[in-house]
């Protein structure tokens, strides 16, 4: 969250900020629908509860907010976005085997911390969280398209523009039941195919075998794009060679993965 100077209050109309953020979620998603409140950064109109690019340097901000009676009143933020991303040190990362690849993707904007100065790197991860790591590499161009699931609703107006951007590059799609379920844990083979996918890989499921031991519990559609990725060295497998399709991906792991990906794409 922004730190405003001056504190806000509602006579001060221009406000400054500092940050060393690649982006902003702009206003809140309750001011979707029946608030009245518009947003407007560097000369784009912006929409509430969504994430916003900011230029190195100085950012406009222009808030107008409408009240009852017809009048409007406006505030202009002054974002500062320093050229330099702070690194924090993570209270739980210092030994941790991933503890480079997360530095390095905290400093991409890839990813970040909780509240208290943890990263916990052995949390798993849900479809929603990793999509906006994955779209936050990317840093694609695109508004994405209209999410209707049956559940888009639970799908948090911090996510809503990553899953948006996702699906309409194909990288991720719903399931049968029209649902999209962002809030469940992803898997190492859901991660590989929606990796493979954003390569470009075929992953159409036809590789006879992954090379990993235990190659016969990896589920038929994901075969193609594990064994791709690991001859490209984007996955890795685990003890005695296994690959763990069906255990669930950890933020260390995600992050590990996202920056091999981009590797391949800067090649």
């Not at 009245?36 to 950064?41: C, G, I, S």
């Not at 694609?140 to 899953?163: H, K, M, Y």
């Not at 390569?199 to 590789?207: D, I, M, P, Q, W």
């Not at 990993?212 to 594990?226: L, M, Q, S, T």
């Amino acid at each position: 969250m922004l730190k405003l100077k001056p504190e806000f209050r509602t006579d001060v109309f221009t406000y400054e900020a500092d940050t060393n953020a690649a982006q902003i979620v702009v206003g809140t998603a309750t001011d979707h629908g029946a608030a009245k409140t518009t947003y407007r950064l560097n000369g784009q109109i912006a929409a509430a509860g969504t994430k916003a690019d900011l230029i190195v340097g100085k950012n406009e901000l222009i808030i107008q907010v409408q009240a009852e009676d017809g009048t409007t009143r406006t505030y202009t933020v002054n974002i500062n976005r320093s050229s330099q991303a702070e690194v924090p040190a993570y209270s739980d990362t210092a030994r941790h085997w991933a503890a480079r690849q997360i530095e390095q993707a905290s400093r991409l904007g890839i990813v970040s911390g909780y509240a208290d100065g943890s990263f916990a790197p052995n949390k798993s991860v849900s479809r929603a969280e990793f999509l906006v790591m994955l779209m936050n590499a990317l840093q694609p161009q695109t508004n994405g398209i209209e999410l209707e699931f049956a559940d888009a609703g639970s799908i948090g107006a911090w996510a809503r523009s990553a899953v948006a951007q996702a699906l309409q590059a194909g990288i991720v799609t719903g399931y049968g039941d029209g649902t999209f379920r962002p809030h469940a844990e992803i898997t190492r083979s859901e991660m590989a195919v929606m990796i493979a996918r954003t390569l470009g890989l075929s992953a159409k499921g036809n590789a006879s075998d992954t090379g990993f031991a235990d190659d016969r519990d990896i589920p038929a559609w994901a075969k193609e794009a594990i064994a791709e990725l690991k001859q490209l060295g984007v996955v890795n497998g685990k003890g005695a060679n296994s690959f763990d399709s069906a255990g669930l991906s950890t933020r260390a792991e995600a992050v590990t993965v996202v920056l091999n990906m981009l590797e391949q794409l800067n090649k």
